[in-house]
């Protein structure tokens, strides 16, 4: 999921979709890809697939689907394309193509790599929402239920914004129907069967591809799973709470055993306790700019921090909160992440996530916090259930177990200690759809780009031959900051979220 932050917003003029009633997009998919070579990227080509908004009435208007793709690099070796999803809901495929993201060389040496923004998203035809809706204040964490009906209120009227300034494809962003683009993807690139990769948020899209179009289906590597058998507001946000604490015990035991962290020696959960509580009291200040830190934008440094993992920089960056010094440079975490008005177009499609009052809506904020008394709360999970409180659109591609039949082999691959998608997660989709599951045992999102060469020789085999690693395979963590950490591997994308 990618977090709205009002600092970073910029005014966009607000445009309806455009769209003339063509031909359903099987017929546009199979006429290809009309490559050209992108402005803004040397090297890369790009082109558009024209899709229907709603796949059950192809007739009722198209959208259009950003494409970006590097070439084989040996043409003589090359086997076909693989597609790529970088998740969020809300990242671009195409945009991060552009800016290099890739696997290995190995993989790029065979295949073309192609990126595609889903429906709504960067350079396909955009879901647009209106500014002044999105920077409306609201209540994040409401203390009553006057606020609980303000969230409800503010969550509407932007849901409403979207539906008037974007037309049908408002209520369209939901994944059963990118994975429906999908398809026509691999018609357009000339693909008899998918070859694919998606991470956190894109396995959605890949596990949905294999459940509708299971005779497509060449090679899927799902990467950092999301579980779509998740069915309470509850059960979400405790299994992303849980997972997040779990993940800040090994942050402590690293700075424990680490003596360049900066609070090494120091009782890191009591300090990150006396920091929680200031920041409930209203108490906690950014010593660089003053500004006040909530206890859920508390929360989103840990999760943040926990992506990499940038341990290093989130002991910094808690030492200086705890000391009042200004944190140097360096120590600067990237806690700006780009406006994205998708998130709850496609994720309230997708997720029926029902929250009825401020008192269960509270009831699951203590417990939670009860389970983890360091963390308190995952700002991911909150920001997912919070943010359908009150959404105007009905939950059309809600939640069920994944059922893959016909399909070949699958390979999901996880970090036994994800900040974002819980390794439970993976292990029930894996243990659901009888795929294969690849546990790399360290830590971080996207276990692909975490520099085990026991991950990628194991995933590009796969992608390569087909040939899954043995049911069980586990890859041993490679420990942040050490010279096998710093080695240059696969370009992860930039995006962060689910």
Not at 45 to 63: N, Q, R
Not at 74 to 96: C, F, K, N
């Amino acid at each position: 999921m990618l977090r709205v932050q009002k600092r970073l917003l910029t005014a966009a003029a607000a445009t309806a979709v455009l769209g003339s009633l063509l031909a359903a997009a099987p017929a546009s998919a199979a006429e290809g890809v009309d490559w050209q070579p992108c402005a803004d990227a040397p090297g890369v080509d790009c082109g558009t697939v024209t899709v229907p908004v709603d796949w059950a009435h192809p007739d009722g208007g198209t959208t259009t689907i950003a494409l970006a793709r590097r070439k084989a690099t040996d043409p003589q070796a090359r086997i076909g394309s693989i597609l790529m999803d970088p998740g969020g809901p809300g990242g671009a495929g195409a945009g991060e193509v552009k800016g290099g993201w890739s696997l290995s060389a190995e993989i790029t040496k065979r295949f073309d790599t192609v990126g595609f923004d889903p429906r709504g998203v960067g350079s396909s035809t955009q879901i647009k929402c209106g500014l002044d809706e999105l920077i409306a204040d609201h209540p994040e964490v409401p203390r009553n239920q006057a606020e609980f009906e303000q969230l409800a209120q503010y969550n509407r009227k932007l849901g409403e914004s979207c539906n008037r300034l974007s037309g049908p494809l408002g209520q369209f962003g939901d994944t059963k129907s990118v994975a429906r683009d999908m398809d026509a993807i691999r018609a357009a690139l000339g693909e008899k069967k998918l070859t694919y990769y998606g991470v956190s948020y894109g396995t959605l899209m890949g596990q949905q591809y294999a459940e509708l179009f299971p005779d497509k289906v060449r090679a899927l590597v799902l990467d950092s799973n999301m579980d779509h058998s998740q069915y309470t507001a509850w059960d979400f946000l405790n299994s992303e709470t849980q997972s997040l604490q779990a993940e800040f015990r090994e942050f402590v035991a690293w700075c424990d055993r680490t003596p360049s962290c900066a609070l090494h020696g120091r009782d890191v959960s009591k300090l990150t306790r006396d920091l929680q509580d200031k920041a409930a009291r209203g108490e906690l200040k950014a010593p660089q700019s003053g500004e006040p830190i909530t206890p859920l934008s508390l929360a989103s440094i840990f999760q943040s921090s926990f992506y990499g993992p940038s341990w290093d920089q989130l002991a910094k960056r808690l030492q200086s909160f705890a000391d009042g010094t200004k944190p140097a440079e360096s120590a600067k975490l990237a806690e700006e992440i780009p406006v994205n008005t998708v998130f709850q177009s496609v994720f309230c499609d997708d997720w029926r996530l029902p929250v009825h009052n401020f008192a269960e809506l509270e009831a699951y904020r203590r417990t939670a916090a009860a389970f983890a008394p360091d963390i308190k709360v995952n700002s991911l999970g909150w920001q997912a259930v919070t943010g359908c409180i009150g959404w105007p659109n009905r939950t059309s591609n809600p939640q069920h177990p994944l059922q893959v039949h016909g399909a070949p082999p699958l390979l999901m691959v996880s970090s036994k200690h994800d900040p974002a998608t819980p390794y439970a997660w993976s292990q029930a989709a894996a243990r659901q759809s009888g795929s294969t599951l690849l546990t790399y045992d360290g830590w971080g999102h996207g276990a692909y780009f975490k520099n085990s060469e026991c991950v990628t020789k194991a995933t590009d085999d796969y992608l390569i031959t087909g040939k899954l690693p043995a049911k069980g395979t586990h890859c041993a963590a490679v420990e942040p900051g050490t010279p096998e950490a710093r080695i240059a591997g696969p370009k992860p994308p930039s995006t962060i979220g689910f």
